[in-house]
């Protein structure tokens, strides 16, 4: 809950002002995602395809009553315009298209707009001229998109620093709703049973997921609706990894692991805790859970109001 604060003071995790020098919320959400892990090359790009490939794959399911298609489809209005930031390979953009939305499907990643464009190739022709692809990342892009009623961001706040600048620039495009999804706990949460056995006396690295979104949020007086459910991009049973190999070398780069012995030992923890799920491997944890995050653009709580309610 909102505490009464000088505007501009410092805003803990919690909501509370100044506790323990703790910094802004939206600072905090800076240094998470600035200080992420960065991945070679390489394998950024391999990650992308395999991330690339997964939400193609879970486009390809009904997802016309996935939550968060529900939360955009009960924000429309007459127009039906949608902006989705981020489309990735459109596995959304799709849907909303279908469902004679016009949508404007922005995404900085030529790969991925490229997968965009072949997956809209085998659709309906008057769903695809519903779509309008635009190059670049937001809010940079801003200036290309015109108002629509819903605003929406599905799995890509996390890759930005400024979130309050992503969300502003949300709040200005959308006239009715703004809704976004985030991961509730880690993108692999293998990593949250394995960190322990490798790293006994340091914490978890930080990664920017509901908790600390929601908490940029209150901070700028938006209190949104939330529901969480079970991923729908992680198809039934969460991250796959191609064979165990893989496995072991996306969970030891999570796992910060550097020898040889170590990732030896990760082959050998992975035992009992990964399963073949068809052509591929999967954890056998249930799947990471992830929250949709809606609200109406500029609506606001005072700080007096919510400590109150
Ligand atoms: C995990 S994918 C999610 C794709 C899609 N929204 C979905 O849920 O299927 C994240 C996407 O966000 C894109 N992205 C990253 N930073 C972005 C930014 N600042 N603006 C727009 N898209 C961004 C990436 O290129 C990637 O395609």
Same mark, same amino acid.
């Given at each position: 809950?909102?505490?009464?604060?000088?505007?501009?003071?410092?805003?803990?995790?919690?909501?509370?002002?100044?506790?323990?020098?703790?910094?802004?919320?939206?600072?905090?959400?800076? =240094?998470?995602?600035?200080?992420?892990?960065?991945m070679?090359?390489?394998e950024?790009?391999q990650r992308l395809r395999g991330m690339a490939q997964r939400l193609r794959e879970a486009?390809?399911?009904?997802?016309?009553? %996935?939550?968060?298609?529900?939360?955009?489809?009960?924000?429309?209005?007459? /127009?039906?315009?949608?902006?989705?930031?981020?489309?990735g390979?459109?596995?959304?953009?799709?849907?909303?298209?279908? /469902?004679?939305?016009?949508?404007?499907?922005?995404?900085?990643?030529?790969?991925?707009?490229?997968?965009?464009?072949?997956?809209?190739?085998?659709?309906?022709?008057?769903?695809?001229?519903?779509?309008?692809?635009?190059?670049?990342?937001?809010?940079?892009?801003?200036? /290309?998109?015109?108002?629509?009623?819903?605003?929406?961001?599905?799995l890509?706040?996390h890759?930005?620093?400024?979130?309050?600048?992503?969300?502003?620039?949300?709040?200005?495009?959308?006239?009715?709703?703004?809704?976004?999804?985030i991961r509730v706990g880690q993108m692999q949460p293998l990593i949250e049973v394995l960190w322990?056995?490798?790293?006994?006396?340091?914490?978890?690295?930080?990664q920017?997921v509901?908790?600390?979104?929601? =908490?940029?949020?209150?901070?700028?007086?938006?209190?949104?609706?939330?529901?969480?459910?079970a991923a729908t991009g992680a198809g039934p049973a969460g991250m796959r990894y191609a064979d165990q190999d893989e496995a072991v070398q996306q969970l030891g780069r999570a796992l /910060?692991?550097?020898?040889?012995?170590?990732?030896?030992?990760l082959?050998?923890a992975l035992?009992?805790l990964l399963c073949k799920d068809g052509d591929t491997w999967r954890s056998v944890q249930p799947p990471p859970r992830e929250?949709?995050?809606?609200?109406?653009?500029?609506?606001?709580?005072?700080?007096?109001?919510?400590?109150? %309610?």
């Amino acid at each position: 809950m909102l505490q009464e604060r000088t505007p501009g003071a410092p805003v803990s995790r919690l909501g509370q002002t100044g506790v323990d020098g703790l910094e802004s919320a939206a600072a905090l959400w800076t =240094n998470i995602v600035s200080n992420r892990e960065r991945m070679p090359a390489g394998e950024r790009g391999q990650r992308l395809r395999g991330m690339a490939q997964r939400l193609r794959e879970a486009g390809r399911r009904d997802l016309g009553d %996935a939550p968060l298609v529900r939360a955009v489809l009960a924000g429309l209005g007459p /127009q039906r315009s949608v902006a989705d930031l981020g489309a990735g390979p459109g596995r959304y953009t799709r849907v909303l298209a279908r /469902q004679d939305c016009r949508v404007w499907a922005v995404e900085p990643s030529e790969d991925m707009r490229r997968y965009l464009q072949e997956d809209l190739a085998g659709e309906d022709p008057a769903t695809a001229a519903r779509v309008q692809v635009v190059a670049g990342a937001w809010p940079d892009v801003a200036a /290309q998109v015109p108002p629509v009623e819903v605003a929406l961001a599905s799995l890509v706040i996390h890759f930005c620093p400024d979130a309050t600048g992503f969300i502003a620039a949300m709040e200005r495009l959308a006239t009715r709703r703004c809704v976004l999804s985030i991961r509730v706990g880690q993108m692999q949460p293998l990593i949250e049973v394995l960190w322990p056995q490798f790293h006994p006396d340091r914490p978890l690295p930080a990664q920017p997921v509901f908790a600390h979104l929601y =908490n940029v949020l209150l901070e700028q007086g938006i209190v949104a609706d939330v529901a969480v459910h079970a991923a729908t991009g992680a198809g039934p049973a969460g991250m796959r990894y191609a064979d165990q190999d893989e496995a072991v070398q996306q969970l030891g780069r999570a796992l /910060q692991l550097t020898s040889a012995e170590e990732h030896a030992r990760l082959a050998a923890a992975l035992e009992g805790l990964l399963c073949k799920d068809g052509d591929t491997w999967r954890s056998v944890q249930p799947p990471p859970r992830e929250a949709v995050v809606s609200w109406r653009p500029g609506d606001r709580v005072s700080p007096r109001a919510a400590s109150t %309610a």
